[in-house]
């Protein structure tokens, strides 16, 4: 394990993180080549509820409009009634069991790269609770912690001008010390359905966090033990066909519209994490939407959102930053595609009078959204410039998030059609 570095999270506080991936510029973006292949129909495996109705129209109406055949439609017994959150030991015995048994059947698992979850899976697994035996060195690290703080309060108290440095080197000494007491307590264990399913072939990987996803900037697929996993869900039954409906409309058409991208006028910053990175992010996914694409694109620069009826025709819109307030800006045209860059917008995913972004958005139209089950700090947000980028490429939605999102086993869901390509090519 790499040493911590402290980056921040959406709201600019500092969190220890353990990986790092290099994004290549936005000159080598424009360099790549075309997509040479796609995922099939046949490599995806619908998730259902058999024992909610709602769930089994869904997984059977995704195989009539995409070819997938009924019988990648594994049926779980999970209860009639709606549920967000699945304790771990249930979601290891009535989810992840099941569906590793089927991946690992003879003739039919072997060829799936993708999972479909559906309405009627929960969409939140508990963390694991803390880790057993260890209860001595929990009370050794919380005694050193004590001392640490100890200290800070010793160096405010008796000489507040002490050297920023020596400051810094015994919060970062507490920080480190923390971050072990909340891996053996289990702190920050749980994730969403989705994304710990993406592991669900893995073995022995440590449930603190998040686990770097394997398929970043490699070609999906390649690994045999990381699953793409996408989610058709949402605030109604008709809703969530729609994302169906909706993404094929848009293929046969072509996407049009309007391209609304809001940045927050951040003065860049290479620093991977920063919000100044992911602001120019936004800038440079303007500059490359209106080089790739027929798209019209418009641009909001300052701390202002948006304003309430002023994007008509949405076809892409990406942006920062309110919290659980969506404004309601944006007319979708079909196949419109996009995300919020904020914290726990897909919390109350199936709730259509929510005011978060997903299951607004979805309420209003938008037919492929992403968003958080709970604080996913910002560094695990795919960069909306690659993100999109790989759209422009031809791949399809499933993929283009797995080419460019960083982490497994952590927060995120990915709703819509993975076999969406808003920019399918010829």
């Known amino acids: 394990m790499k040493k911590d570095t402290l980056k921040p999270n959406i709201h600019g506080e500092k969190i220890p993180i353990v990986n790092k991936h290099l994004t290549s510029p936005l000159l080598a973006l424009l360099l790549l080549g075309p997509v040479v292949s796609a995922l099939d129909p046949e490599e995806i495996l619908i998730i259902s509820n058999g024992n909610n109705s709602h769930s089994v129209t869904i997984a059977q109406h995704y195989c009539s409009k995409r070819g997938v055949p009924t019988d990648n439609i594994l049926t779980l017994s999970l209860g009639a009634e709606l549920s967000y959150t699945i304790t771990r030991a249930n979601y290891e015995k009535q989810i992840a069991e099941p569906i590793r048994e089927r991946l690992l059947s003879p003739g039919t698992g072997g060829q799936i790269k993708c999972l479909l979850t559906t309405y009627g899976i929960p969409i939140k697994v508990q963390g694991r609770g803390p880790l057993k035996g260890l209860e001595n060195k929990l009370k050794q690290l919380r005694g050193l912690a004590e001392q640490e703080r100890n200290k800070i309060e010793q160096l405010n108290t008796n000489d507040p001008g002490k050297s920023a440095r020596q400051k810094e080197k015994v919060n970062r000494k507490l920080k480190q010390l923390q971050y072990e007491i909340n891996r053996i307590t289990g702190k920050e264990t749980g994730a969403s359905v989705d994304s710990e399913l993406s592991m669900v072939l893995s073995s022995n990987y440590e449930l603190y966090r998040w686990q770097p996803n394997i398929l970043k900037n490699n070609s999906p697929g390649l690994s ?152 996913p700090y910002l560094h695990s947000f795919p960069e909306p410039r690659a993100f999109f980028t790989e759209l422009f490429k031809g791949r399809c939605l499933v993929e283009a998030y797995y080419h460019t999102k960083p982490f497994n086993s952590w927060q995120l869901v990915l709703i819509g059609d993975p076999l969406y390509r808003p920019f399918k090519k010829p």
Request: with cysteine.
């Open 224 to 375: 045999l033990n990381t699953l793409m996993v996408c989610r058709l869900d949402g605030p109604g039954t008709q809703i969530i066909k729609g994302l169906v409906n909706k993404a094929i409309a848009a293929e046969k058409t072509g996407l049009t519209g309007v391209a609304y991208i809001d940045s927050r006028g951040i003065a860049e910053n290479n620093n991977r994490y920063s919000l100044g990175y992911f602001d120019q992010s936004l800038r440079e996914l303007a500059a490359f939407t209106r080089l790739r694409t027929e798209l019209t694109v418009k641009e909001e620069r300052t701390e202002e959102l948006f304003a309430a009826g002023t994007c008509p025709r949405t076809a892409i819109y990406c942006g920062w930053y309110s919290l659980k307030t969506y404004i309601d800006a944006f007319d979708f045209v079909d196949g419109a595609i996009g995300y919020h860059i904020s914290s726990w917008e897909a919390v109350d995913l199936r709730d259509p009078n929510s005011s978060q972004w997903c299951p607004a958005m979805l309420k209003d139209g938008i037919t492929a959204t992403l968003g958080a089950v709970a604080e």
